[in-house]
Structure formats: C-alpha cells, structure tokens
C-alpha cells in the first residue's frame, strides 16, 4: 500500500501540441501589445523632440517633418509585426502547413480504400469464376456422358447499353418479349431481388431463382432464395440451360462466368439508371445477327444477336 508509487499524470500528445501553440501564440501577442505601446511612446517622443525641444526643426523632406517620416516607418514595421502575428503564422505557418498535408494525405487514404475495395470484389467474382468452371470440369470428368450446362445471359439493351430506368424497361417490343418467353420457358431463370419485384407475379413454367442478402426476404412458394450467383448457379445445375435475366450487377458478375449471351440490340440510345456491361469482342464471338425493322408493334429497330465465348 505505502511502497507503490503515485504514476504521474500523463499528457496526450495532442494536447500538449495544443497547450505549446497556444503559449506561442500569447507570447507574440504579448511582444505585439509591448511593440504598440512602445510605438505609441516613440511617436510621441518623436513629435515631442521635434517640436518642443527644437530637434531637427528645419529638417524636412517634400515640406513634410522629418518625424512624419520616422512614424511612418515604424507604423509600416509594426502592421507588418501585426500582419505576421494574426495572418501570416496562424493561416500559412506550419501548423496550417502540416494541417493541409493531413487533408491530403487523408484524400488520399479515401480513395486507395476506394480502390482496394473494387480489387477485392473483382478478386472475388474471380475466385467464383475460378470455383464455378473448376467445379464444371470436375462434373464433366465424373460423368462425360452427360451433356454439359450452358449458362446463359438474356437481355435487351440499347445501343448506349441502357436496360432499364427506375426498375422498369424503357421500351415495349412485342417480338422480343416473344422471343424471351420461347428461351426461356421450361428453364431456371436467375435474377436479383429487384427484378424479381419488378414483375406482377412469377413467370409461369419457369423456375425463379432469386438473389438477395436481405436475411427476411420473403418469396411465393416455388421459388428459391440464395445469397449469391454462385449458389444460384448450384440452385440450377440440373437445367441444361439456365438463363441470367438481370438486373445490371447480376449481369456485371455472370459476364466473367457465362458461356452464351442472348442480347436484343434495340437500336437507339435512351436514358436510364440501369447498364448493360460493354461486351469484349476478343472474349465473345458473335454467331447470330437477325435484324427487324420498326413497324406498328414496334416503335424501335432492332436486332437479335447471340454471342458465345471464344
């Protein structure tokens, strides 16, 4: 109890940065105070010296007293004293330097975890890239009679990629809804929550596989609820042709993993809050083209066009 020794209080850091520049800043403003009184005395000895005791009387320049001068002078030194001691070392001094470098270096930081949180999700539709064909090719290799599951991406875009605005499609194309419902019918169809809930009702004949991370979702009897593309994927492995059908982050991800893409190219551009990734020519080959003009049912032109991965 008696031999333990009382721990002295300790100072952060900060504080005591702050405790040592307010104590620099009190002493200039102390050495200002005594610098203005000191002028004060100086101009009035100056006009005394001048005028009372006779010193210099007949000095002048440009018909004005020589005092006039001297004050001045000073008057220049000390605004210079008090431009240094408001301005100059409270706004640009190395506090305000060290102050600017820490907003910069933080900006910085700001966008490097920007950036290392891109890397890590392109690492990880990667890694699901990587998991799905290596778990394709060890199906293949268990059973290499059974034919292999061709993923495929269905969708309608314009020609600046737009697929849809406030959860809706831009455009109405009766063929291109019929050609949908002939793709895709009988088959599994993989969509995000959104697109999902932009439709009255479930599609008939056709098995929804809907992805959302939202914990409570709730979904009709019949259709199934996952987490992610890749257990959407397992979800589908006995369809020989399970299609994505939006919306556009879903696309974003299965873009790396699809082996076929159904697009209606609708030829015009529109604006809208929902893309269609740009399709790479050297990773996708183009194998069919049927183009339609507009006519009474259909207010653009447009094209069918299918790609399959080189």
């Known amino acids: 109890m008696f031999g333990k020794k009382k721990q002295k209080p300790q100072i952060d850091k ?3 940065e702050l405790i040592q520049n307010a104590q620099k800043r009190i002493k200039q403003k102390k050495r200002l105070y005594i610098h203005f009184v ?5 101009a009035i000895f100056l006009i005394a010296a001048n005028t009372v005791l006779g010193i210099g009387k007949d000095v002048q320049f440009f018909e004005i007293d020589w005092f006039v001068y001297a004050i001045l002078l000073w008057l220049f030194f000390f605004v ?8 100059t070392h409270k706004f640009m001094g190395k506090a305000w ?3 600017q470098l820490d907003k910069l270096v933080a900006k910085q930081q700001e966008r490097i975890d920007k950036l290392k949180e891109e890397f890590v999700k392109e690492e990880t539709l990667i890694a699901q890239s990587e998991v799905y064909n290596e778990t394709t090719s060890k199906a293949e290799n268990t059973n290499s009679n059974s034919p292999k599951s061709e993923l495929t991406i269905i969708v309608a875009a314009g020609e600046n990629d737009a697929i849809g605005k406030d959860n809706k499609l831009i455009w109405h194309l009766s063929d291109d809804l019929k050609r949908f419902k002939s793709l895709t019918n009988g088959h599994h169809i993989i969509m995000g929550r959104k697109t999902f809930e932009s439709f009255p009702k479930p599609l008939p004949n056709r098995t929804h596989v809907v992805i959302s991370r939202q914990q409570d979702y709730k979904v009709p009897n ?9 257990d959407a994927i397992d979800a589908s492995k006995n369809d020989l042709q399970p299609f994505i059908i939006g919306g556009g982050e879903i696309y974003k991800q299965a873009m790396l993993i699809a082996d076929k893409i159904e697009l209606t190219r609708v030829h015009e551009s529109f604006e809208a809050d929902t893309f269609f990734p740009e399709i790479d020519t050297s990773v996708w080959k183009e194998t069919a083209n049927t183009f339609h003009k507009k006519d009474e049912n259909h207010k653009y032109e447009f094209s069918f066009l299918t790609y399959e991965r080189v």
Request: charged share 5%; net charge negative; proline share 0%.
């Open 222 to 230: 019949g259709v199934i609820l996952v987490n992610s593309l890749e």
């Open 80 to 87: 210079y004293h008090a431009f240094n001691v408001f301005i």
């Open 38 to 42: 000191i002028f004060l005395i100086g």
């Open 97 to 99: 330097e060290q102050n």
């Open 14 to 16: 900060a504080q005591l």
